[in-house]
């Protein structure tokens, strides 16, 4: 059973480009969860979707950055115009999502370690 | 507002001695607690979690945590230290109880263990 899947696993860029980070989330889980950690800290929540709708976005910065999680494929977090600022660990997680009760778990991948050249 | 504070950036123990990593929350009401680990480059791995159920939690790697309210502590212990437990570990409160939503991270403990 496959956990949380992150592509790529390193990833690097020049200042102005465009960087995709890919969420495959467990099987069978509906909710996903992408957050950041910059060097020396600890990871600060993102954007918190299920499919197709986003359900808080409050830690997203209001420019170049949006998420996506499709119908059908992995969840995107992409970033425009990359700054050097923007080098960083993005983390995503996954919650099965629907269950009354404790509170849910979240799963983490891997990892994308994004530098900006 | 929902916060967690871990009172040590960073811990030293020997092998086989007892390991105390500190921490925190504040919370409006009842929280869920969770102790996460991060080995280098890899990804988080949960330890344990507090849903207020019994107030000492027994997680993975013999490690446990005890939700002290009168205190607003949930601190992670385990008996002895072994070198695979060096690694960051991270005490993180979810403000939205019963609910999934986001999480909050202390600032982490790095924790070294010395042969």
């Known amino acids: 059973n496959a956990g949380v899947m992150q592509n790529p696993r390193h990833l690097v860029r020049r200042r102005g480009q465009e960087a995709r980070l890919r969420c495959s989330p467990m099987?069978?889980?509906?909710?996903v969860y992408w957050y950041r950690q910059l060097p020396e800290e600890g990871l600060k929540f993102m954007v918190y979707l299920q499919k197709e709708n986003i359900i808080d976005e409050s830690g997203m910065p209001k420019e170049r950055f949006s998420a996506e999680f499709p119908k059908e494929g992995p969840s995107i977090l992409r970033i425009q115009q990359v700054v050097r600022g923007d080098s960083a660990a993005y983390f995503c997680a996954s919650s099965p999502g629907g269950l009354a009760g404790a509170q849910e778990t979240q799963y983490f991948g891997p990892g994308t370690r994004l530098l900006v050249l | 507002a929902q916060s967690v504070t871990q009172l040590d950036s960073h811990v030293s123990v020997s092998e086989g001695t007892p390991v105390l990593l500190r921490c925190n929350y504040s919370?409006?009401?009842?929280?869920?607690l969770f102790w996460y680990v991060q080995h280098p480059n890899k990804g988080l791995q949960l330890l344990l979690k507090?849903?207020?159920?019994?107030?000492l939690v027994k997680g993975i790697n013999g490690f446990e945590a005890e939700f002290k309210k009168s205190e607003t502590s949930f601190h992670l212990t385990k008996p002895s230290a072994h070198m695979s437990d060096a690694a960051e570990y991270f005490c993180v409160v979810s403000p939205f109880y019963n609910q999934g939503g986001k999480l909050i991270f202390g600032q982490g403990t790095e924790l070294s263990v010395k042969p």
């Open positions: 919370s409006s009401y009842s929280p869920s």
């Open positions: 099987k069978g889980h509906s909710h």
């Open positions: 507090y849903t207020s159920a019994a107030t």
